[in-house]
């Protein structure tokens, strides 16, 4: 069990280090920030938190002095909370507002400070053993230290968790709102921690043991500082992710698109403006230049298609609409280029329009429903 105690203190340790490492690098062009330095402060509390439960875990004494260490992960963990709560007024108030509220919240940390610092002393903390701060083991004045450290723990969850929401509608679409709806989720899940936690000590005071339960705590601890080390910085390298994801979906609607285009450019030479092989790296490009070609080369096949023929037997059973429909487009385009290469025109023949009701003005969607029928169009030729 302190295994995998030990082991979520590590990850909660390495996800915080690993954020402080990132936001660090940005120094230079955000030091003037003081949102920024709030930042930084706040992740080098989290840091020092758990690396202080990993110390904990390890042994008994710290610097010389019976569970210190347990003292200053529990300190260190307040002034975490009350920075992430005055980051968060940063992130959503304005400068005068954001300024009285963190005076509120300092003033508070302070507080909760001095008292755990005096009950943890005036419980004998340096002289007793560790697992007595685990559970407090019927200790009076070891139960209130713990119930008090949990509920300063508790309460920035509860008001982080409301003002997210608000906050994130007000942000509109942006990797602030990505943020700010991060933080509810960590808010919700170290809150998660705070009842596992309380349910630990109340059931322990009361002599009742749960097993295995316990690490719940310790479980909902490390996922929620993961979910809150990614919150933290999510304004920073989400767009990037935007970004490589958008250029990851693009490439596969590229390479998907390529049977189609293949057919059509040998069937329509023409439709292509540069040679096949010529080396372009602008993904965005080739891709819009594809979707173009293949618009010109289906023009090219209308007087081949069949106004008559079907085609959506190749769909699966139960596929919608658009699966049937880009199925018929595809079968049809397949039929068409036979046609042409023999010569053969249908009595009824598609001799104008596009795409059957399709929005050629969005490129997104174009390039999605032409997607599907490119995969239609493989699908059929490889049951062909």
Same mark, same amino acid.
């Given at each position: 069990m302190n295994t995998i105690k030990t082991l979520c203190f590590v990850i909660a340790a390495l996800s915080s280090y690993a954020a402080l490492v990132y936001r660090l690098s940005q120094f230079r062009r955000s030091r003037g920030d003081s949102a920024y330095r709030t930042l930084v402060i706040t992740l080098v509390l989290q840091c020092l938190t758990f690396t202080m439960g990993a110390v904990a875990m390890g042994g008994d004494r710290f610097l010389g002095v019976g569970n210190l260490a347990i003292l200053v992960m529990h300190v260190s963990a307040v002034a975490f909370c009350v920075s992430a709560q005055i980051i968060l007024l940063h992130w959503a108030s304005t400068a005068e507002d954001a300024a009285r509220k963190s005076r509120f919240w300092l003033l508070t940390g302070g507080a909760l400070t001095a008292l755990l610092v005096a009950l943890f002393f005036v419980a004998n903390g340096p002289g007793r053993p560790a697992a007595d701060f685990n559970t407090g083991s019927g200790q009076p004045l070891v139960l209130v230290y713990l119930l008090v450290f949990i509920v300063s723990q508790a309460v920035p969850c509860v008001t982080i968790f409301r003002q997210c929401g608000p906050y994130a509608r007000m942000a509109g679409k942006s990797p602030l709102r990505q943020a700010l709806? +991060?933080?509810?989720?960590?808010? #919700? /899940? =170290?809150?998660?921690?705070?009842?596992? %936690? !309380? #349910?630990?000590? =109340? !059931?322990?005071?009361g002599g009742l043991d749960i097993g295995g339960w316990q690490l719940a705590s310790n479980v909902f601890s490390a996922a929620g500082i993961v979910l809150l080390s990614l919150s933290l910085t999510i304004s920073s390298w989400g767009a990037s992710v935007t970004r490589l994801a958008t250029w990851a979906r693009n490439y596969r609607s590229y390479r998907v698109l390529h049977p189609l285009w293949r057919?059509?450019?040998?069937?329509? @030479?023409?439709? /292509?403006?540069? @040679? @096949?092989?010529?080396? /372009?790296?602008? +993904?965005?490009?080739? =891709?819009?230049?594809?979707?173009?070609?293949? %618009?010109?080369?289906?023009?090219? =096949?209308? @007087?081949?298609?069949?106004? !008559?023929?079907? *085609?959506?037997? *190749?769909? $699966? $059973? *139960?596929a919608g609409e658009e699966a049937r429909q880009a199925y018929t487009e595809a079968a049809q385009i397949r039929q068409a280029l036979r046609a042409k290469r023999t010569g053969t025109r249908p009595a009824e023949s598609k001799d104008a329009g596009g795409f059957d009701d399709r929005d050629n003005e969005h490129f997104p969607a174009e390039v999605a429903w032409l997607t599907k029928v490119a995969a239609a169009y493989r699908r059929l030729g490889d049951a062909g």
């Open positions: 709806r +991060l933080l509810s989720v960590a808010a #919700v /899940v =170290l809150f998660l921690y705070c009842l596992a %936690r !309380t #349910v630990n000590i =109340l !059931t322990a005071a057919d059509l450019y040998e069937s329509s @030479p023409d439709i /292509v403006l540069e @040679p @096949p092989g010529a080396a /372009v790296s602008d +993904l965005d490009y080739r =891709l819009h230049r594809r979707v173009v070609e293949i %618009r010109d080369g289906w023009r090219d =096949l209308r @007087p081949y298609i069949d106004r !008559t023929a079907g *085609g959506d037997g *190749g769909a $699966a $059973a *139960g």
